[in-house]
Nanobody, 128 residues
């Protein structure tokens, strides 16, 4: 059974940084894409940054230059380094994994697709 587990959320002041981790397990190979999404209260879920098994990356404009996605295949872990955080970044952050999708922009732009695994989410709160 495929599974992803997020960690690293917390409370940080505006301008601060956090690094989120997504640990994946249960996949039959290393060929899976990972995406980071978030959902704020009263808002729809949005894709942020996605990475393919071959390290192709894509980030949406709202986080480009502030958030960086990377993966460590030896640890089956993907990271989201978040810098220059703003109060509007406050949300529950989710990690998603999928073995079929290869186009990372598609993964990020369509958060309602039926991906193989969703994590339970980790809360990020940015104080003003």
């Amino acid at each position: 059974q495929v599974e992803v587990v997020e960690s690293g959320g917390g409370l940080v002041p505006a301008g601060g940084s956090l690094r989120l981790s997504c640990a994946a397990s249960g996949f039959t190979s290393d060929h899976y894409a990972i995406g980071w999404f978030r959902q704020a209260p009263g808002k729809t879920r949005e894709g942020l940054s996605c990475i393919s098994s071959s390290d192709d990356t894509y980030s949406v404009d709202s986080v480009k230059g502030r958030f960086t996605i990377s993966r460590d295949n030896a640890k089956n872990t993907v990271y989201l380094q978040m810098n220059s955080l703003k109060p509007e970044d406050t949300a529950v952050y989710y990690c998603v994994a999928d073995e079929t999708i290869t186009h990372v922009q598609t993964m990020c732009d369509f958060p309602t697709l039926n991906f193989d695994a969703w994590g339970q989410g980790t809360q990020v709160t940015v104080s003003s």
